[in-house]
């Protein structure tokens, strides 16, 4: 069998690729090779522009990865001028369409998870196949049991857009989702309005939920317009929406989940899997294991075409096999010299964050998905009571109300956390509550974090890191955040980790353990 290659245009547009003679799997996300947040690959540039990346995405396929231009075929889920390009650029005359945007999904999480069979649900903003579905996977392939007519990622955006410190600094529509999680700690929700707001979520009716609540909702005839200038509430009463959004939200997705079996574990995926808070409550209330991938969201399409052409008979590990450091292996050594940067040990790094420094980290191919989980991260002492206030500040240069992940070893999360167990805990998937008092800059007002624990074979470099901060420092956490500025995807270039460093607060960065100062 020939290398694979899959291609997936619409917004985070992602390409995947599988060497047929490692037998491994590489994903790119396009947007850090754009530098543009939720690129869409078949709309957001011409047709000699689309060629260049996909160009582009091959030839660091061959470089990076040892992959020969000599494909079977492309899995594509766009027609056009990517598929007659692609003929071309990826050596094949075979190229398969491929649709069913829930299934995809369904596929890539199935297959990257350790069960053998699962009800899998995938819920998100919609495609062709609808907003919400539910699945069984298991080796014999995967079967659809139900269809559910909703739309809770797009009642969840516009929920958002509802509140001014969520819309109003935000440059796209996408990003709301994820303001309105952090935002809703600081809010109480609304009794009187939740029903109102858990059935929008199932018939995304506009305007009854304004006539319900009586609420003063603005755009009434069509909120989708520009959603970023929908917002009527702030302050306090913006926080309390937001909260109510959040409750409306579980209640809903709860109503559904009571309705499958429970005796098998449970998966989920879409863009509405990056929701922890929801997560978290279904982890501690229903007994059975879960698992949810680090990219539920359509990041991981072109993973889920290929998944379904090859079936993979063993489970996919795919967590660090995303996009290199584009300019590692020729620049390095010329910026080191530049620079003057000193070769440095996990006890230097640990000692640097002890005192005080935000650092940068950077290590071989960046993870997959929307998180940072060591790759491509900012890492400083969760100890230092103002360390929120500055990172949001003056390093992401972002809304003061967003929080800041943990890390800690798998093994001694206990110590530090409270939640029903510590499995699948690797991807920022869950927020548990933090018992301790001592963190405060990865405890959000809520009192819960979202925390990734790491083991020696999950993430070496990681693991040391915290053995080293443990020797000095009574509480064995550090606080990650993804290295990027605002508005901005998570880097993939020297230069792009170096602009950081002397155009924020950061005090210095770590690129393959040598350390770069100002």
């Known amino acids: 069998m020939k290398n694979l290659v899959s291609i997936f245009a619409g ?30 690959l078949h ?11 996909l160009e582009e995405c091959r030839d660091i396929a061959t470089r990076e990865w040892g992959i020969e231009n000599a494909y079977e075929c492309v899995l594509i889920s766009s027609d056009g001028y990517i598929q007659t390009d692609s003929r071309e650029i990826f050596n094949t005359q075979k190229v398969l369409t491929v649709a069913r945007h829930h299934q995809t999904h369904v596929a890539s999480a199935y297959y990257m998870s350790p069960f053998k069979e699962a009800l899998v649900i995938s819920y998100d903003g919609g495609g062709d196949d609808g907003h919400f579905n539910i699945y069984v996977a298991n080796q014999e392939g995967i079967v659809h049991l139900d ?49 109102a707001f858990q059935e929008f979520f199932f018939d995304r009716d506009y305007k009854k939920l304004a006539q319900t609540t009586g609420l003063p909702l ?111 292996n020729t620049d390095l050594e010329s910026y080191i010299s530049k620079y003057k940067a000193t070769k440095v040990n996990k006890k230097d790094i640990a000692e640097l964050i002890k005192d005080g420094k935000i650092l940068g980290l950077v290590y071989g191919d960046s993870e997959v998905g929307p998180r940072a989980l060591g790759n491509r991260s900012i890492v400083c002492d969760p100890n230092i009571a103002d360390m929120k206030d500055i990172l949001n500040s003056k390093v992401k240069f972002r809304e003061w109300y967003r929080p800041f992940a943990p890390f800690c070893k798998k093994e001694e999360a206990h110590k530090w956390f409270e939640t029903r167990n510590f499995d699948n805990l690797e991807y920022m998937s869950y927020a548990p509550v933090v018992k301790v008092d001592t963190l405060p800059s990865i405890t959000h007002v809520d009192g819960t974090a979202r925390l990734q624990t790491v083991t020696e074979e999950s993430h070496p470099h990681f693991y040391d890191l915290l053995t080293e901060f443990g020797k000095i420092s009574e509480t064995n956490v550090l606080l990650n955040t993804s290295f990027n500025i605002r508005g901005y995807p998570i880097l ?13 607060d950061m005090d210095c960065v770590v690129i393959e353990d040598y350390l770069f100062t100002k």
């Open 11 to 40: 917004h985070d547009a992602n390409i995947s690729f599988w060497n047929a003679e490692t037998n491994k799997y590489y994903t790119i996300e396009i947007e850090r090779l754009v530098k543009k947040r939720y690129f869409r």
């Open 43 to 53: 709309e957001d540039n011409s047709h000699l522009e689309q060629k260049a990346i």
């Open 147 to 195: 269809k559910i007519e909703s739309d809770f990622g797009g009642g969840y955006l516009l929920c958002g857009s509802l509140i001014r410190e969520v819309a109003e600094k935000s440059r796209h529509q996408l990003a709301l989702s994820g303001k309105l999680m952090g935002l809703c700690g600081y809010g109480k929700p609304i009794k009187e309005y939740v029903p």
């Open 218 to 328: 603005k755009n009434l005839d069509n909120p989708w317009e520009n959603p970023l200038e929908n917002w009527v509430f702030e302050g306090q009463e913006g926080y309390d929406i937001a909260a109510t959004a959040q409750e409306a939200f579980e209640k809903a997705f709860f109503s559904v989940l009571d309705k499958y079996d429970a005796d098998v574990p449970l998966i989920l995926t879409g863009g509405c899997a990056l929701n922890v808070l929801v997560n978290e409550k279904v982890k501690c209330l229903y007994n059975r294991p879960m698992y949810i991938p680090p990219n539920p969201h359509d990041g991981s399409l072109s993973l889920g075409h290929m998944f379904l052409y090859r079936r993979p008979t063993e489970r996919v590990e795919i967590t660090y096999a995303g996009l290199p450091l584009l300019n590692k």
């Open 492 to 504: 993939s270039t020297i230069d792009d980790a170096l602009y950081a460093l002397n155009n924020t």
